[in-house]
Nanobody, 114 residues
Framework: QVQLVESGGGLVQPGGSLRLSCAAS????????MGWHRQAPGKQREWVAT???????RYDDSVKGRFTISRDDAKNTVYLQMNSLKPEDTAVYYC????????WGLGTQVSVSS
């Protein structure tokens, strides 16, 4: 089994920054893609960003230029640096890792409000 633990969420004012972390542990042989989704109140879960094993990154248009995804394979950890946060970024953020199947974290709340 693989467990994912997210951290770094919280309340921030518009224009502020947060850095999310997601550490994977357990029966890990090789992590391929890592990434983040989010789910805002009353909306479906949506994809945010992905980073491949070779470090290639992709972003949803809504976060491009503001969010940066990175990974540390020595720590089995993926990060999401979020800058210039907007109220519409308010959501529960879920990390995932692909290891012969996709594993999800339990989510961390990000709230952007003045």
């Amino acid at each position: 089994q693989v467990q994912l633990v997210e951290s770094g969420g919280g309340l921030v004012q518009p224009g502020g920054s947060l850095r999310l972390s997601c550490a994977a542990s357990g029966n890990i042989l090789r992590i391929n893609d890592m990434g983040w989704h989010r789910q805002a109140p009353g909306k479906q879960r949506e994809w945010v960003a992905t980073i491949t094993r070779d470090g290639s990154t992709r972003y949803d248009d809504s976060v491009k230029g503001r969010f940066t995804i990175s990974r540390d394979d020595a720590k089995n950890t993926v990060y999401l640096q979020m800058n210039s946060l907007k109220p519409e970024d308010t959501a529960v953020y879920y990390c995932y890792v692909d290891i012969a199947g996709r594993y999800w974290g339990l989510g961390t709340q990000v709230s952007v409000s003045s």
